[in-house]
Nanobody, 122 residues
Framework: QLQLVESGGGLVQPGGSLRLSCAASGFNLDYYVIGWFREAPGKEREGVSCTSNTDDSTYYADSVKGRFTFARDNAKNTVYLQMNSLKPEDTAVYYC???????????????WGQGTEVTVSS
């Protein structure tokens, strides 16, 4: 079965950290552009971070730059999103996606994770 399975969301206080995981099964992430996206209540889906499948370049949205870090473990066929200094405005459902191309809002994605909820609140 070809799928992405996410884990790692939860409730955290402002300033705290979480690490999201996205594990692929049935296909090799090496060949795909991988992105993390989020959907906050009442807002459109936005791109958080994205990494190329051809070089080491990684994109971060301005809102998370310096706080979030994208990492890839090829041996485990898994990618991660380390989120530090979390803010209430980071509250959203986070999704990982894979595709040969990915647009800012996830267009072109061939696979989506099921989503994991992140709530930043005191």
């Amino acid at each position: 079965q070809l799928q992405l399975v996410e884990s790692g969301g939860g409730l955290v206080q402002p300033g705290g950290s979480l690490r999201l995981s996205c594990a692929a099964s049935g296909f090799n992430l090496d060949y795909y552009v991988i992105g993390w996206f989020r959907e906050a209540p009442g807002k459109e889906r936005e791109g958080v971070s994205c990494t190329s499948n051809t070089d080491d370049s990684t994109y971060y949205a301005d809102s998370v730059k310096g706080r979030f870090t994208f990492a890839r473990d090829n041996a485990k066929n898994t990618v991660y999103l380390q989120m530090n200094s979390l803010k209430p405005e980071d509250t959203a459902v986070y999704y990982c996606a894979a595709g040969l191309i990915l647009t800012y809002n996830g267009g072109g994605a061939q696979y989506w994770g099921q989503g994991t909820e992140v709530t930043v609140s005191s």
